[in-house]
Every structure is written in structure tokens, then in C-alpha cells.
């Protein structure tokens, strides 16, 4: 049951906002795609500022959207008839979200001072060790797993979860 169903107006402002910030969430990731391979694929100049950009610019954006989506979800969810332990669809998006934004806290943010040493490095012509393909994978990773949560949100699949208690799997079955 939701805990208190909300306005058809009042629920349509908030999927605004959900929406606005899960396009915004791919959109930042779209931005460290496209400084990820500047910083591999473009000249001297253009990679010391994509690095620069991508260690000093990128995870607060990227926090932010991710954060107001959850919080925009958490509303939707408890605001309506979806719940958010009550479909599959909903308790996987909530999951994703909840695993990204940790990653982004966790994984992300700590080596972001490093990125953007390695990008002042290289605008000033020096050489700096930093492992820089593996920063491949935050956008890819990030994209995909948005990419699911859109699908799985325009489709809503798999129905409601079950909750088996002990009463209900212990109670005898009804003959037919
Ligand atoms: C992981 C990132 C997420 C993305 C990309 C995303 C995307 C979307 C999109 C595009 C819609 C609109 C679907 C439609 O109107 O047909 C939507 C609706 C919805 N989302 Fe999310 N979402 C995300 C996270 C979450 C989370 C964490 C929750 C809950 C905790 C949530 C709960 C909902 C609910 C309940 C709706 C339906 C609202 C309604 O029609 O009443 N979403 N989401």
C-alpha cells in the first residue's frame, strides 16, 4: 500500500523531475564518454584539458542527478500504487541506483584528484603514470546500467514480487 497516494498534479511535478534527472545522470555520463576518449584519442593540448575537466568537473553533476533521481523515485514509489518493494521493476531500479551512486562516492570520486594531476601533467608537457584506459569504464558501465533502468521503467516487466510467509507457505492448500 503507498503510504499516502499522491495528487494526479502533485505526482506528474515529481515524475518531471524524476525524468529530468535520469536524462540528466546520462547526459553527464554522455560528457565523461566523450572526455574519456578525448583524453585517449585527441592531441597534447586537447588531453590535458579533457583530463583536467574530467578530475575536476564531472562527479558533483554526476552525484547530483543521481541523488535527486533517487530521491525523486523514493517519492514515486511510495506516493503510488508501485511501491517500492512491491514490483520487480521498481526494487531493480532502486537497486541500480542506490549500486551507481555508491560507485560514483566509492570508486569514482577518490581517483579524480589523480586524473586531474595527470591532465596538468600532460598540458605541461611532463610525463605522469596514471593507468588512464581504465576510465573507460565508469561511462560504460554508468550508460548500460541507466540504459536498463530507462527500458525497465517504460516497460515495467516481471510483475509484483511475491512475499512468501511462513503463515502463507505453512497454510494447507484449498482442495479444488
Ligand atoms: C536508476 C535510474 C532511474 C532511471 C533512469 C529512471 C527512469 C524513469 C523513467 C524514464 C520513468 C518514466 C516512465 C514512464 O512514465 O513510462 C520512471 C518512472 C518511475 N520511476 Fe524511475 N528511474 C530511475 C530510478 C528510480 C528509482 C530509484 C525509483 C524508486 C525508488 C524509481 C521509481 C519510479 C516509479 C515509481 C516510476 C513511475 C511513476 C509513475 O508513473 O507513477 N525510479 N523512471
Known amino acids: 500500500m503507498a503510504l499516502h ?3 494526479p498534479a502533485t505526482r506528474k511535478m515529481w515524475l518531471v523531475l524524476h525524468i529530468l534527472s535520469a536524462g540528466a545522470w546520462i547526459g553527464v555520463d554522455v560528457i565523461v564518454a566523450v572526455l574519456v576518449a578525448v583524453g585517449l584519442a585527441g592531441d597534447e593540448r586537447a588531453r590535458g584539458l579533457a583530463y583536467q575537466a574530467l578530475g575536476s568537473f564531472v562527479v558533483l553533476p554526476m552525484l ?8 525523486t523515485g523514493l517519492v514515486l514509489g511510495l506516493g503510488s500504487k508501485w511501491g517500492l518493494l512491491r514490483y520487480w521493476w521498481v526494487a531493480v531500479k ?4 542506490l549500486v551507481l551512486c555508491t560507485l560514483i562516492l566509492v570508486a569514482l570520486n ?5 586524473v586531474r594531476a595527470h591532465g596538468e601533467a600532460v598540458s605541461a608537457g611532463l610525463t605522469s603514470s596514471l593507468d ?7 561511462p560504460i558501465v554508468s550508460l548500460t546500467t541507466l540504459s536498463l533502468a530507462t527500458v525497465l521503467s517504460v516497460y515495467k516487466p516481471w510483475g ?3 512475499r512468501f510467509s511462513a503463515a502463507a507457505a505453512a497454510a494447507p ?3 479444488r
Open 5 to 7: 497516494t499522491l495528487r
Open 64 to 71: 547530483t542527478a543521481g541523488l535527486v533521481c533517487l530521491v
Open 94 to 97: 532502486l537497486t541500480l541506483n
Open 110 to 114: 577518490p581517483g579524480m584528484p589523480g
Open 132 to 138: 588512464t584506459a581504465n576510465l573507460m569504464f565508469p
Open 160 to 162: 509484483r514480487i511475491r
Open 173 to 175: 492448500r484449498s482442495p
